[in-house]
Nanobody, 122 residues
């Protein structure tokens, strides 16, 4: 299981760092991704990082405001989000894919974690 954490209620313009760590599994062999889902909307890609961390890709909606990173020694993936907007309000999920390069496609992911709620007030 993957567990995302670090969400909360913040004001517009604030920053948050989300973390994702598995239980009973190592992330070292997987590409990792972050997705989000707002009420009444479909799940949306946010960012992905390759197994080694050398390749990252961020959705246009978050580009310039978001950084994805990983520390395989700590078995944790991070999503640093800055300049948050009310439109960023959603449940954020992390996921793992056997595709070691990562992916922006939700269907590519093999394991999903419980999400963490991010609420941005205006």
């Amino acid at each position: 299981q993957l567990q995302a954490s670090g969400g909360g209620l913040v004001q517009a313009g604030d920053s948050l760092r989300l973390s994702c760590a598995p239980s009973g599994r190592t992330i070292g062999g997987y590409g990792m991704g972050w997705f989000r889902q707002a009420p009444g909307k479909e799940r949306e890609f946010v960012a992905t990082i390759s197994r080694t961390g050398t390749t990252t890709y961020v959705a246009d909606s978050m580009k310039g405001r978001c950084t994805v990173s990983r520390d395989n020694a700590k078995n944790t993936v991070y999503l640093q989000m800055n300049a948050l907007k009310p439109d960023d309000t959603a449940v954020y999920y992390c996921a793992a894919t056997r595709g070691t390069g990562g992916s922006s496609m939700a269907r590519s992911y093999d394991y999903w974690g419980q999400g963490t709620q991010v609420t941005v007030s205006s």
